[in-house]
């Protein structure tokens, strides 16, 4: 269980064109999503927080308007790198919120494999 | 401010012995503790996570032990097998708040 799906997992673009990454909750609903994007040999970086139904939560320095964040539904939230740029380029990451009444595991975080942009 | 600190950046250890991992944590409000695992191009995957009522959770080879004292966590893993060679990042929350992670720690378990 708490099985977490991206798509794509690789991605090759154009400067200028946006990419749409899916994240999906395969086998419990997430109310909460997180997308972090990380560099080479660095730690994830928390991008934004994603609610269901509402607006997402971006962290200090991320451009609401170059991630744009949609939660749509309890199993699936998308980011979409709006005028991509050969600096976005990276591994983007998502997850979602365990399910309730594991033992608390509603607080552990459940990852996507990620998705690998490339911007040319 | 680095919240959760991880400040072995890699560990190599032989198969069979003992890995142990460590993270130190300054917000005495974390109150729930979290240890991933990543490979290369992947997402992490959960290991094993424990409570801050508690001072050790064990889930077969894996056990994380608590000392909210010390703010100090740390992971063992025995007996180490050479597929547990990833990264290994501990993380920090309060509840309803975001992850806070550490660094991450290499391990390479030699056979």
């Known amino acids: 269980g708490a099985v977490v799906s991206q798509h794509p997992s690789r991605v090759i673009c154009k400067s200028g064109t946006s990419v749409k990454i899916e994240c999906r909750s395969l086998d419990f609903q997430a109310t909460t999503m997180f997308w972090y994007r990380q560099f080479p040999k660095q730690s994830l970086m928390l991008m934004a927080t994603s609610n269901e139904g509402s607006k997402a939560t971006y962290e200090q320095g991320v451009e609401k308007d170059k991630f744009l964040i949609n939660h749509a539904s309890l199993t699936l939230s998308t980011l979409t790198v709006t005028s991509a740029h050969p600096e976005d380029s990276s591994f983007y990451i998502c997850?979602?919120?365990?399910?309730?009444?594991?033992?608390?595991?509603?607080?552990?975080?459940?990852f996507g494999p990620g998705t690998r942009l490339l911007v040319l | 401010d680095q919240q959760v600190k991880q400040n072995s950046p890699s560990l190599s250890v032989q198969e069979g012995r003992i890995s142990i991992l460590n993270c130190d944590y300054t917000?005495?409000?974390?109150?729930?503790f979290l240890w991933y695992k990543k490979y290369p191009a992947e997402g992490p995957t959960f290991l094993i996570s424990?409570?801050?009522?508690?001072d050790k959770n064990e889930d077969g080879r894996f056990t994380v032990f608590l000392n909210k004292s010390a703010k100090h966590l740390s992971l063992h893993i025995v007996p180490s097998q050479p597929g547990d060679s990833a990264v290994y990042f501990c993380a920090a929350t309060r509840y309803g708040n975001k992850l806070v992670f550490g660094a991450g720690t290499i391990l390479r378990v030699k056979s």
């Open positions: 424990i409570s801050s009522i508690k």
């Open positions: 917000n005495s409000m974390f109150d729930y």
């Open positions: 997850s979602a919120r365990g399910p309730l009444g594991r033992g608390g595991l509603q607080e552990t975080q459940y």
